[in-house]
């Protein structure tokens, strides 16, 4: 007979090998909108160069007047990894050198302060802006810009369920919920910006309509749990996995949980073809409550992505794996695995799984997302050489990626030192803990250039996650 604890070892890589197709989308978090946010914590200051409201807010877009009513950007390159399933103390307690050999009851006790009863997220998020351009007419109200950029982004999100398993095991009778998502796109977005503002009023008000196009697109979420009941293990479970592009037939067409290479049948085509059109439209509006001192408000990414190309949704044939234990037939032992017991064994285990959940159901049309809206507020102050800058951000659509469901805010500034621009801030909120911001850019003869990073010094300091940024503009030129 298999050991309890080996068998949750292969239940559980089935089930992992699964949640590559059958996993989907969760929270992630905001602030990397250009690079002084990245560099302050998550602010979108009213008096940074116009190039930076394409993305944070639209009415920022004309309210520093310049001599040079043309700026453009240049390969703009932010990245970001983070979220509360980061948290490096509760590796080092669980897993680490010094940890030892836990109980199941201290094993229990690292999920209880790790998880509770909550889910925790892993995110990644990557963004390119070849260009962008702004145009300040001299002694107009009007302002405009365009930009190009192409997005990356992918998440994870699960409760202790997996982790259970593996730490605890099938040595207590007990049901534990299983539960996950996953979500992974790649899009390429033109963006127009027009701002306006009031002369007899200290407002600005601007729009940024997008024309999206999709790339790729893969999500799902699993519903599942497992019960141990003295030698039974049952897997009740029930997901819906979709995907759309090169992504939906080189991988979800062909990936086999069941063979030693599940995705040795799968090709490398993940090339930029179309593989869904969508539109979207940030808003904004800014008020100068007094000379230097304003306070602006944002909606970004209020819109949706139709993705054709491949679309699929998948969801299982069957809904339940239930294990009773192994039956040894000598004769097959003998004759088919020429006595090798863990071969048997393996098989048995192997083609209960099969069963269970090699059958899927695939509907092969379009399906729609929508895009991570969020509403952001800030205030900006600005005297001379100094920036203060401080806001809070609240997903609105926090299921979409890039917002996080908990509301975030953040407090930074800027002290410009002749052509040296020093930045600093602070972050809390959302699913990480305190997190340390910082960037130093060069701004002289119509030339910029700036870098931004952002970190989190201990994963358990007013929150519970990491969150890890950087950023780097290699050129803006005003003319």
Known sequence: MIGHRHLVYLFVAGVLAGLLLNLPEAHAQSGTRSQW??????????????????????AHLGIEASASPFEVRLLDVRAYTGGDLMQFDRYRDTFGSESGTLTDAEESEVLDAWFGDERRVFDTYSEVLPFALAYQPRGSDWAFGLGLRGRVLSEVEMDRGLF????????SNRTVPVNGRYRASSTVDLTGTISYSFASIPLSIGVSPRLIVGTQYADGALSSTVTVSDSVLTHQFDYTARAAGPVSRSVYDTFDAFQADPLRDASAEFGGEMSGVGAGVDLGVVYEVQSGLFVSLSLTDFGAIRWTRDAQTTTPANNEFRFEGIELNLDRLQNEFDGDVGR???????????????????DRSAFTTRLPTALHVNGTWSRDVFTLNGGATLALNDKAGTVSAEPVVHLGGELRLGPVPLRAGVRLGGPQAVTLAGGIGLDAGGYRFDIGISATPSTSTLGRGGRYAVGL???TVRF
């Open 164 to 171: 259970d398993l593996l730490l605890v095991g099938a040595d």
């Open 473 to 475: 503009s290699l050129a």
């Open 37 to 58: 946010a990245i560099s302050t914590g998550g602010g979108a200051s009213a008096t940074s160069p116009p190039t930076t409201a394409l993305y944070a807010n639209p």
């Open 344 to 362: 048997y064994v393996e098989h048995q285990v192997d083609s209960l799984a099969r069963a269970s959940y090699q059958d899927v159901e695939r």
